[in-house]
């Protein structure tokens, strides 16, 4: 019987037609089955099967002139619903395509998951429209399941790895770009929605019905202001591509049942499970609030915790993603006496004080219009004017461009700001009741023109919140995940931020740690040096050992830089690295250039001798599967690259999540080639490397929040995944230490058989930390610099589509 449905021959249904006659379907079930589950583990692929032939010839041609989609659609007309038949003869040919291609994987996935005796049932009820209840109760036994297997995780203390399934039937997306225009989407209701088919300038609103259910991606009901419910397929939606025991929590905190949703051009399909429903992969396409009377309550100190948990576990960007959370729910009261200090402290013209203040309420509630106002006018007063007008456009929320420092002066901002970053008296925790009978004097005293009471009063209120000593060390713990995934200009806000509110020799670290891989050492070391004179012993000793570290770290990463291969071909001889890698590259020797047919590519400006450093860069994101890790399931199918496994589908996943929340980033992969037919544009070296960047406001990081409106980039999942499938490096070892990473400015190399360099990675405790390219002959000026990227040359033609 299955040999039938994969192959579609009408051999075996001569005689009867199904599913009349159920024993003669039973008796080929147990003769065929297990030979077709043969044929198909070896191809592991039905994508040619419908045409009328002999499995074992699944992979030729059809030598018999018909269409290899005759058979699925033989399989929908006799096996599936009436109703569904009737409405897939009115959709357009691209829509009944992408339904017969929704019809295959089903049939595949019953079959090679061993579910046979289940497809029938599985195509009669496939794509029929389920009544509201059913669907929801469907649901709510589906969530019970996923908090067992939850319960379960965790008591075995598992990471359970999720990828994306690249298998079904998606959207069509194109090329990200500006963020989309809310504004100009008609509204429409679900049972409008047309069936495999965007739709194009609508827009999809509802409420959340049920509590979400996260398996590979979240699974969710909405329902329509008429009482019309879909199934949601929520993808790339979770921080970071977050993954294990806690993506469930995760999932439930941030599409909790009663959130409002609006879908841009939804895409109704058949899902793999047989309903209908909306498939979301680009996260610029949902925008979802949360009622804030249905948010679960907790404060700073549960909230903290959670986000040390995801920290732990590895879990960076959702552990990031956590802490921010926690300060924008549960900071609010800290965040307005910071904004009420900071506009004292403008009415007393001490504009650095002012701004380092109304730079750290924006931190705790970006939402807070007076703290923005209060940061402009002390940017303007400290002579930023360039930063006065970005806050003010970022503030308007318009399309108004906005003016961009020159990088001499945004360095010399952030020198002013941070230098008398310990002038602040400790704050410690004391009586909220205290804290607002304070704020109250407060009040009053600036209202009377009483300014320097007033700030006197503000700093007493924060002194006595006990929200305080949380705030700073989520700010604190907020920095360490920021170096953790490398967004580096949020660590460095964040830990600033943490100073602001209370001495801390962590704190500094991260702070100082961040402005160095940031290529600001000597900053940094002029930072350590002035909290060396702090008041309390143990800050200073902590302080004091920073010092000593960055210092040699910095030693080390310079001597990398004299860099030369021993005859044996050994990397690093003598080499040991330390705490920091500092992404570096000889300016004085390479430049990116138009190289022609081969589109952009870096060639030498001066005469290259062998075995000269060229470059070294971190990743600047990047994906592992630990080989300690178990209970992993793949999802992941490309053939693209060589070492093809499930951290590249990983990668995709965390990249397209990390974007949304990084403008530097998102910025840095736009400007990779996508695999799209539009010409790289030629872009500097430093462009692509981790630096300090003018367009980041100063004291504040890289989220969208913080950028004007019209330099926002959305990459829909399409150029992220084409951005990794052409850009990536990493490693397939068997089973273990698998990892894909991204090296910006080294994927701006071209491939050749007959290279002029080599890259080696930099290992540190087992873990690749950066890749370091150097030339492997003499090259002279002019000539473009090479690396090989794939040993196998049919690899590279299909990974970019032509020899080099």
């Known amino acids: 019987f299955f040999l039938d449905i994969l192959a579609a021959t009408s051999r075996m249904l001569q005689g009867a037609r199904f599913p009349a006659d159920q024993a003669r379907v039973a008796r080929a079930l147990e003769i065929m089955h297990t030979d077709a589950l043969t044929e198909l583990k070896k191809r592991r692929s039905v994508e040619a099967l419908g045409s009328q032939r002999s499995p074992g010839n699944m992979r030729k041609g059809t030598g018999d002139g018909q269409d290899p989609a005759s058979g699925w659609e ?52 496939w794509g029929v429209p389920v009544p509201k209840p059913d669907q929801i109760i469907k649901h709510n ?20 790895t999720l990828c994306e399934t690249n298998t079904t039937v998606t959207k069509p997306t194109g090329r990200g770009g500006s963020p989309r225009e809310w504004s100009s989407l008609a509204s429409i209701g679900v049972a409008d929605l047309p069936l495999f088919r965007v739709a194009k300038g609508r827009v999809l609103e509802g409420t959340l019905v049920v509590e979400p259910v996260m398996v590979v991606g979240i699974t969710t009901i909405l329902e329509d ?46 899902l793999k499970d047989g309903n209908r429903g909306v498939r979301v992969d680009d996260p610029a396409d949902l925008h979802a609030e949360v009622d804030r009377q249905l948010e679960v309550g907790g404060d700073l100190t549960s909230a903290k915790e959670e986000g040390n948990r995801l920290f732990s576990e590895g879990q960076f960007h ?13 900071g609010q009261d800290v965040a307005v006496l910071l904004s009420n200090r900071a506009q004292a402290l403008v009415k007393r013209e001490r504009w650095a004080a002012a701004l380092r203040d109304a730079a750290t309420a924006i931190l705790i509630d970006p939402g807070f219009a007076k703290s923005w106002h209060r940061y402009e006018t002390a940017a303007a007063g400290l002579g930023f004017l360039e930063a006065a007008q970005r806050s003010r456009v970022v503030r308007a929320g318009g399309m108004d461009e906005a003016l961009v420092p020159s990088i001499s002066a945004a360095k010399s901002a952030l020198r002013s ?35 320097d009471e007033a700030e006197d009063l503000y700093s007493m209120a924060l002194c006595a919140s006990r929200a305080i000593a949380e705030a700073a060390t989520v700010l604190s713990n907020w920095a360490q995940s920021a170096l953790q995934i490398g967004a580096l200009h949020d660590a460095m806000a964040a830990a600033a931020a943490s100073l602001r509110l209370r001495p801390s020799g962590k704190a500094v670290h991260r702070l100082t740690k961040a402005m160095a891989l940031l290529g600001e050492r000597q900053l940094a070391e002029e930072l350590l040096g002035l909290a060396l004179k702090g008041p309390e012993e143990r800050f200073r000793s902590g302080c004091a050992s920073t010092l000593a570290s960055l210092r040699d770290d910095v030693r080390r990463a310079t001597e990398l830089r004299a860099f030369k291969r021993d005859e044996s071909g050994g990397p690093f001889h003598g080499h040991a690295l330390g705490s920091i890698v500092l992404d570096w590259f000889a300016s004085n020797a390479l430049e990116v250039a138009d190289m022609g047919t081969k589109g952009r590519g870096i060639r030498a400006i001066r005469d290259i001798d062998p075995n000269e450093l060229l470059i070294v860069q971190r990743p600047r994101i990047g994906y592992s599967k630990d080989s300690s890790s178990i209970g992993t399931f793949m999802f992941h ?16 996943a965390r990249l397209t999540s990390a974007a949304r929340t990084d403008m530097l980033l998102a910025s840095t992969v736009g400007l990779l080639h996508d695999g799209c037919d539009l010409k790289s544009p030629v872009v500097s ?54 990892h894909t990473q991204l090296y910006p400015a080294i994927s701006l190399m071209n491939h050749s058989k007959t290279p002029t360099c080599f890259w080696l990675p930099l290992v540190r405790d087992g873990e690749q930390v950066a890749l370091v390219v150097a030339t492997s002959r003499s090259v002279p000026a002019g000539a473009e610099l090479t690396a090989s990227y794939l040993d196998d040359e049919r690899a590279v033609e299909r990974k970019w589509g032509t020899m080099r």
């Open 637 to 652: 199918n490309s053939n693209t690259r060589l070492t093809d496994d499930e951290t590249i589908g990983g990668l995709k």
């Open 141 to 160: 036994d589906g969530l019970k399941w996923r908090l067992e297997v939850e319960n379960k995780l965790r008591a075995s203390n598992t990471l359970t």
């Open 417 to 451: 700001l941070l230098l008398d970053l310990f002038a602040a008296p400790a704050m410690v925790g004391g009586g909220e009741a205290q804290s607002d009978d304070l704020k109250k004097k407060g009040n009053c005293a600036y209202s009377g023109g009483r300014y």
């Open 318 to 330: 959702a552990a990031a993603a956590e802490y921010r959370r926690a300060l924008r729910e549960c």
């Open 685 to 738: 070296l430093g462009a692509m490397c981790d630096v300090l960047s003018a367009r980041v406001l100063p004291l504040l990081g890289q989220h969208p929040d913080f950028f004007p409106a019209s330099e926002r980039i959305e990459l829909t999942s399409a150029q992220v995944s084409g951005v990794v499938d052409i850009n990536c490096h990493g490693n397939c070892n068997g089973d273990e230490d698998k």
């Open 225 to 270: 202001d008429r009482g019309d419910v879909v199934q949601l397929g929520l993808y790339n939606v979770l921080p970071g591509g977050l993954i294990g025991a806690g993506a469930q929590e995760a999932a439930a905190r941030t599409f909790p049942k009663g959130t409002h949703i609006r879908i841009a051009e939804p895409y109704l399909k058949i």
């Open 74 to 125: 033989t399989l929908l007309e006799r096996y599936c619903d009436a109703g569904l038949i009737r409405e897939y003869g009115g959709l357009p040919s691209d829509a009944r395509a992408n339904l017969l291609s929704a019809l295959q994987v089903v049939v595949e996935d019953n079959f090679v998951n061993n579910r046979s005796l289940g497809v029938l049932q599985a195509l009669q009820s």
